[in-house]
């Protein structure tokens, strides 16, 4: 069975830290690069950070740049977003995505077109 599941969530004071990982089992995810994704309440789903296949490539969206981190480990098949300084309105569900890559466009990334979802894990920023 071809599945992303995420962990790492969970209840965090305003400034603390969390680590999500984004494990796949039934592929290998170095042939794609992987969307952190969120939603909150009432909001749509919003794209936060990406990483090329290779790794080479990472992108953030504008409110989380410095504070937050994707990462990969392709020996562990795994994903990392490392949030720091969270913040109450970083509150969400948190999903990881794969977007299957060829060779030529291994160093890219982007928030569209993804071929696997996980179930996400819920971020809680509360005091």
């Known amino acids: 069975q071809l599945q992303l599941v995420e962990s790492g969530g969970g209840l965090v004071q305003p400034g603390g830290s969390l680590r999500l990982s984004c494990a796949a089992s039934?592929?290998?995810?170095?042939?794609?690069?992987v969307g952190w994704f969120r939603q909150a309440p009432g909001k749509e789903r919003e794209g936060v950070s990406c990483?090329?296949?290779?790794?080479?490539?990472?992108k953030y969206v504008d409110y989380v740049k410095g504070r937050f981190t994707i990462s990969r480990d392709n020996a562990k098949n795994t994903v990392y977003l490392q949030m720091n300084s969270l913040k109450p309105e970083d509150a969400a569900v948190y999903y990881c995505?794969?977007?299957?890559?060829?060779?030529?466009?291994?160093?890219?990334?982007?928030?569209?077109?993804?071929?696997?979802w996980g179930e996400g894990t819920l971020v809680t920023v509360s005091s």
């Open positions: 039934g592929f290998t995810l170095d042939r794609y690069a």
């Open positions: 995505a794969a977007a299957r890559k060829t060779w030529t466009n291994r160093g890219s990334c982007d928030y569209s077109g993804q071929d696997y």
């Open positions: 990483i090329s296949s290779n790794g080479a490539s990472t």
